[in-house]
């Protein structure tokens, strides 16, 4: 299963809503999970099952889907959410991600 | 505290093997199924392998299939990535994280040249 996300970068300013999108190139129903990697650290899980906050990750976070397409919103872009994110694929082996969104400062 | 540490990484030379361990610590390690995942330099994410609680279902992915093997030793809370044949295109952050995605490792370099 391919995943391909899209924009590859944005450049937006804080207080800005920012939406990232992931599409599969076969259903997954909602098993679609949602990273943010910052330089030099692991991945920090945000969303799992498509729409469900990990815990401790703020509410400005959302996520929404199923099937084949699924987004990733930031409600008011903090200085903090400056980073990398990816989706990856929770339906099948091997288990895919996307290439990343680099969201950069504007 | 729920943690997961990475260690084995180096230098080696192409077509040679190195052996990393991820040590769990904090949770039930022995009931959770666990991935290996890699990013080159400058590169995403590349999920490397899997394998269950019990050792009984394993995958790999294609770019390593026949040259890695994952294994476990649930008495030591331990994860281990056996990289035999090593190439120039496996150098990279190797990171342990359960299944769920919830927890991962700092991550250990592995350097491919000669």
């Known amino acids: 299963i391919q995943l391909t996300q899209s924009p590859s970068s944005l450049s937006a300013s804080v207080g800005d809503r920012v939406t990232i999108t992931c599409r599969a190139s076969q259903g997954i129903s909602s098993y679609l999970a949602w990273y943010q990697q910052k330089p030099g650290k692991a991945p920090k899980l945000l969303i799992y099952a498509a729409s469900t906050l990990q815990s401790g990750v703020p509410s400005r976070f959302s996520g929404s889907g199923s099937g084949t397409d699924f987004t990733l919103t930031i409600s008011s872009l903090q200085p903090e959410d400056f980073a990398t994110y990816y989706c990856q694929q929770l339906n099948s082996y091997p288990r895919t991600f996307g290439q990343g969104t680099k969201v950069e400062i504007k | 505290e729920v943690q997961l540490v990475e260690s084995g990484g180096g230098l080696v030379q192409p077509g040679g093997s190195l052996r990393l361990s991820c040590a769990a610590s904090?949770?039930?390690?022995?009931?959770?199924?666990m991935n290996w995942v890699r990013q080159a330099p400058g590169k995403g994410l590349e999920w490397v392998s899997y394998i269950s609680s019990s050792s009984s279902t394993i995958y790999y992915a294609d770019s390593v299939k026949g040259r890695f093997t994952i294994s476990r030793d649930n008495a030591k809370n331990s994860l281990y990535l056996q990289m035999n044949s090593l190439r120039a295109e496996d150098t990279a952050v190797y990171y342990c994280a359960t299944v769920a995605g919830d927890v991962w490792g700092q991550g250990t370099t592995v350097t491919v040249s000669s």
């Open positions: 904090g949770f039930t390690f022995s009931s959770y199924s």
